[in-house]
Nanobody, 122 residues
């Protein structure tokens, strides 16, 4: 089993930045891909970004504004969010899985964190 714990959410003004962190514990040796999803009020959860080795993928809505990275020594994945917009307001979930799938649209994640709230004010 793998446990994921997010941190770093909060309230920020539009145009500002936040960095989310996600610490993984448990059977971390089995993880090949980590990433982030988000869910805005009244909307379905949506893919944000994923990372596996040196490969990254982003949702079109966050590309060039968000950066995903991973520190394997710390079993931690980060999401640097810049130029934030009110429409980025959501609960952000850290995700992980044993299998890296191509294309990114076919990726599924078996492990989910509890989520952290990000609120961007206009």
């Amino acid at each position: 089993q793998v446990q994921l714990v997010e941190s770093g959410g909060g309230l920020v003004q539009a145009g500002g930045s936040l960095r989310l962190s996600c610490a993984a514990s448990g059977s971390t040796f089995s993880i090949n891909v980590m990433g982030w999803y988000r869910q805005a009020p009244g909307k379905q959860r949506e893919f944000v970004a994923r990372i596996s080795g040196g490969r990254t993928n982003y949702a079109y809505s966050v590309k060039d504004r968000f950066t995903i990275s991973r520190d394997n020594a710390k079993n931690t994945v980060y999401l640097q969010m810049d130029s934030l917009k009110p429409e980025d307001t959501a609960v952000y979930y850290c995700v992980a899985d044993r299998v890296f799938r191509i294309p990114a649209s076919t990726q599924t994640f078996g492990y989910w964190g509890q989520g952290t709230q990000v609120t961007v004010s206009s």
